[in-house]
């Protein structure tokens, strides 16, 4: 069955940075666009970036447009997000998901940017 | 930009009863890509609908979306008390792929 395992949150300081991965595994990863998607701590859900299947294509929410670069290894079934010049507004559980619409979820990596 | 205007943003009702909920969007939703996610406290949110009104794999049918272009609806015909829990809207069509602000179905 598909999985998504994310990893590399924590705490980090305003202006820091932080490189997310995701860990895909049970379908045809190199077939497939990736998102990734943040939940702040009591909010909503806020679509972060996405990449198309073969990395040709990235799309930013306005919000991070210039701070965040996703990219992908199909040959490591792996997607990232680099995050810079981090603010306390980032604080958010950070979900990957796989296609669209949004069809399989991991369980989160949660990034607290704070001083 | 499209932004996606949910209401309400609480629906309280009791089980059994009908829940509709509204998704407008400020612009026309490309292909009618408009998907609905349920989500439970401390989970991860779940694919409902797609595509406006197709069922996702496991949804029961007492769940149904419609729509086209700027105005879709998500009923929930009977309410089991399994289904009380946060929906958001999302489109796909055209980056960004923005999120309604969702809405609270509560007891």
């Known amino acids: 069955q598909v999985q998504l395992v994310e990893s590399g949150g924590g705490v980090v300081q305003p202006g820091g940075s932080l490189r997310l991965s995701c860990a895909a595994s049970?379908?045809?990863?190199?077939?497939?666009?990736m998102h990734w998607v943040r939940q702040a701590p009591g909010k909503g859900l806020q679509w972060v970036a996405f990449?198309?299947?073969?990395?040709?294509?990235?799309y930013y929410a306005d919000s991070v447009k210039g701070r965040f670069t996703i990219s992908r290894d199909n040959s490591k079934h792996t997607v990232h997000l680099q995050m810079n010049s981090l603010t306390t507004e980032d604080t958010a559980l950070y979900y990957c998901?796989?296609?669209?619409?949004?069809?399989?979820w991991g369980q989160g990596t949660l990034v607290t940017v704070s001083s | 930009e499209i932004v996606l205007m949910q209401s309400p943003g609480t629906l309280s009702l009791s089980p059994g009863e009908r829940a509709t909920l509204s998704c407008r969007a400020s612009?026309?939703?490309?292909?009618?890509?408009l998907a609905w996610y349920q989500q439970k406290p401390g989970q991860t949110p779940r694919l409902f609908i797609y595509?406006?009104?197709n069922r996702a794999t496991g949804i029961p049918d007492r769940f149904s979306g419609r729509g086209s272009g700027t105005d879709f609806t998500l009923t929930i015909s009977r309410l089991e008390p399994e289904d009380f829990a946060v929906y958001y809207c999302q489109q796909y069509g055209s980056p960004p792929y923005t999120f309604g602000q969702g809405t609270k179905v509560e007891i």
């Open positions: 990449i198309r299947y073969d990395g040709t294509k990235e």
């Open positions: 612009q026309s939703v490309v292909s009618d890509d």
């Open positions: 998901a796989k296609a669209s619409p949004l069809d399989d």
């Open positions: 595509g406006a009104s």
């Open positions: 049970g379908f045809t990863f190199r077939s497939y666009g």
